[in-house]
């Protein structure tokens, strides 16, 4: 199993940029494909960005496509999520996670992070 802590969130203005960070713990880190969802009040949780256990293949919701970039670091049990041009739209809970296989669906997840609060003022 892997245990995931999220980190970087905080209030930014629209068109302003953030990094998120997700420390993992766990020998399957470097098996695992790690991802980041987030959930807005109100609304069900939502895929945002994926990557493979070698970082060699990400997906993107269309939503975020051309702002967000996704990457890992195997040798230090981290993904991070780099987030441009951010809107309020943008706000929500951000969760990291991991699983086998595919994670573009929750379904399809084994460990979530405790989730970082991500605002975006207009």
């Known amino acids: 199993q892997v245990q995931l802590v999220e980190s970087g969130g905080g209030l930014v203005q629209a068109g302003g940029s953030l990094r998120l960070s997700c420390a993992a713990s766990g020998r399957t880190f470097s098996s695992y494909a790690m991802g980041w969802f987030r959930q807005a009040p109100g609304k069900e949780r939502e895929f945002v960005a994926a990557?493979?256990?070698?970082?060699?293949?990400?997906y993107y919701a269309d939503s975020v496509k051309g702002r967000f970039t996704i990457s890992r670091d195997n040798a230090k049990n981290t993904v991070y999520l780099q987030m441009n041009s951010l809107k309020p739209e943008d706000t929500a809970v951000y969760y990291c996670?991991?699983?086998?296989?595919?994670?573009?669906?929750?379904?399809?997840?084994?460990?979530w992070g405790q989730g970082t609060q991500v605002t975006v003022s207009s």
């Open positions: 996670a991991a699983g086998p296989g595919s994670i573009q669906r929750a379904s399809r997840v084994v460990s």
């Open positions: 990557s493979t256990w070698s970082g060699g293949s990400t």
